[in-house]
T-cell receptor, first 110, second 115 residues
């Protein structure tokens, strides 16, 4: 069973600070997605990355896919309270199934 | 509005009492799946369906059943619920089962407590 590890598990920072969360695996991903889940709701897709070394930006969020396609990071610049939520990475290990990480619970303090 | 709906949103039941959680999508998606979300374990797939009358086990299928008689509906059935099935359940759909390249649309979740 392929495992996806996310770190940190919990992160609480002040509004305006920058942060990075990580998603790592010992296996190569065919592709990887990042989702955000808010309390009482289902996960919502933020981005899909498919090429090693790929960088995608979504406003203040920057997603990077590792060159070897075994890891990914999400960097948030100038965090805002609206960024609060559970961030999940989900990878495809070539079997066309999504394997989810355990998530990073992010809290932005106003 | 494109959406995945689940009912009920909250359910408290007792051990052994059969229950069904309904899931419906209005996007004409072929692929549907059920996940459970538990603290520290993330989202784990229970069952999935590639199309009508085509279903298969995910990673944690024990104690669950599903059916796909219509494209839009994918109910999750617990024939004899047990306390270890207390969890937060999500239904999801996507146009095609392309792993992490297609967008998965998730329902709002069903919080189930089995006493």
């Amino acid at each position: 069973t392929q495992l996806l590890e996310q770190s940190p598990q919990f992160l609480s920072i002040q509004e305006g600070e920058n942060l990075t969360v990580y998603c790592n695996s010992s296996s190569v991903f065919s592709s990887l997605q990042w989702y955000r889940q808010e309390p009482g709701e289902g996960p919502v897709l933020l981005v899909t990355v498919v090429t090693g070394g790929e960088v995608k930006k979504l406003k203040r969020l920057t997603f990077q896919f590792g060159d070897a396609r075994k890891d990914s990071s999400l960097h948030i610049t100038a965090a805002q309270p609206g960024d609060t939520g559970l961030y999940l990475c989900a990878g495809d290990f070539g079997n066309e199934k999504l394997t989810f990480g355990t998530g990073t619970r992010l809290t932005i303090i106003p | 509005e494109a959406q995945v709906t689940q009912n009920p949103r909250y359910l408290i039941t007792v051990t052994g009492k059969k229950l069904t959680v309904t899931c419906s999508q209005n996007m004409n998606h072929e692929y549907m799946s059920w996940y459970r979300q538990d603290p520290g374990l993330g989202l784990r797939q229970i069952y999935y369906s590639m199309n009508v009358e085509v279903t298969d086990k995910g990673d944690v299928p024990e104690g669950y059943k599903v059916s796909r008689k219509e494209k839009r509906n994918f109910p999750l059935i617990l024939e004899s619920p047990s306390p270890n099935q207390t969890s937060l359940y999500f239904c999801a759909s996507s146009l095609l089962p392309r792993g992490a390249t297609d967008t998965q649309y998730f329902g709002p979740g069903t919080r189930l407590t089995v006493l």
